[in-house]
């Protein structure tokens, strides 16, 4: 049943960051160019979003053979333990990472985007933009360790 | 420098839908349990989100060497033809889909959502917790057509 699945990156993130540091990424402009393989006109229309969803692979983080316990987020003692799928951490089944961006220009096979959570260097499997009308519908709800964790982070 | 990556499952989708169809989504209800080689706890404190971002995988696309032309969205002669990063379609490079969804309950291994377009049986790669922070931070643009496309998605 769980067949593997085979992905190919469709470009690389250029930017200032390395060290995969948890906080401080509001102001980091990142460039993504797509793939010799892919057309240029991949990216066409895409001017007329603001913001773009991009799907990444942390390829940084352990890929051997984890159980991913239920843990404390940042390794906090004050914030209950929770389960890998309760939180955004980076060390996860299938490393893939989720972020929305705000999209700064385009041109040609590359897009300039500011606040992507991803180092210099990081394959990129996935360019969607982003649709007001896939925003959440409802009012969002979170703990509020979560809110607490996050107050830095787009600093 | 474009090296494959390998993913395997972390659960399937189980829900009525199938033959992808586009619209009509807003009411589905659809499990997701997930796999055997994961702890229960790593949905333990999932319940504290009201919504999920669910990360899968399009296995019923063709996944043939494509190139990915600019087209019109949903064949539409009337919409203006746009690359494949800018539009949220199914057949795209590395077939991944991405939809926020409502997260009616956990028990033990398995969590009810409302909102996953996606049909029985998908693989799914990843679940992370819709927070606050993660979503756009200035208000948010699209071109018309995309707006107009999503008017029954939802219904």
């Not at 299938?94 to 929305?100: V, W």
């Not at 500011?114 to 703990?143: C, F, H, M, W």
């Amino acid at each position: 049943m769980r067949t593997p699945i085979t992905l190919t990156p469709i470009g690389y993130v250029k930017n200032s960051r390395s060290g995969m540091k948890d906080d401080f990424w509001g102001n980091v402009i990142s460039e993504i160019t797509i793939s010799d393989n892919l057309l240029e006109e991949c990216l066409d229309g895409i001017e007329d979003y603001s913001h773009l969803e991009i799907i990444f692979y942390l390829n940084q983080t352990d890929t051997g053979n984890k159980i991913y316990k239920a843990s404390h987020p940042r390794e906090n003692p004050e914030w209950a333990k929770v389960g890998v799928f309760a939180r955004r951490n980076k060390d996860r089944p299938n490393h893939l990472g989720l972020t929305i961006v705000k999209l700064i220009s385009r041109k040609g096979r590359t897009i300039t985007v500011q606040g992507l959570d991803a180092d210099n260097g990081t394959p990129v499997l996935d360019i969607k933009p982003v649709s007001k009308e896939y925003l959440p519908r409802e009012e969002v709800k979170q703990p509020d360790w979560q809110t607490e964790l996050m107050k830095d982070y787009w600093k």
